[in-house]
């Protein structure tokens, strides 16, 4: 059995209302054009039921920063 990757993302209120926004009309689009909704309802889904934490951001220079 393999296992499935997960990928991990922060987003603050604005990009998250961006990503809810972009699902939506990504949405529509699909209803148009008369095709499956499925895999943006999922995402809906998970975005909008995605928890939320808080955490301590630490910026880091990039090695060919630091020459």
Same mark, same amino acid.
Request: hydrophobic share 35%; aromatic share 6%.
């Given at each position: 059995? +393999?296992? &499935?990757? !997960?990928?991990?993302?922060?987003?603050? *209120?604005? &990009?998250? @209302?961006? +990503?809810? /926004?972009? !699902?939506?009309? &990504? $949405?529509? *689009? !699909?209803?148009?054009? @008369?095709?499956?909704? *499925?895999? +943006?309802? *999922? !995402?809906?889904?998970?975005? @909008?039921?995605?928890?939320?934490? $808080?955490? $301590?951001? +630490? =910026?880091? $220079?990039?090695?060919? =920063? &630091? /020459?």
């Amino acid at each position: 059995m +393999v296992k &499935e990757k !997960l990928y991990h993302i922060a987003l603050d *209120d604005y &990009e998250h @209302g961006i +990503v809810i /926004r972009s !699902l939506n009309d &990504e $949405k529509t *689009d !699909l209803m148009q054009q @008369g095709k499956s909704t *499925d895999a +943006v309802d *999922d !995402l809906f889904i998970k975005v @909008g039921n995605a928890p939320q934490k $808080k955490f $301590k951001v +630490v =910026e880091r $220079k990039r090695s060919n =920063e &630091e /020459r």
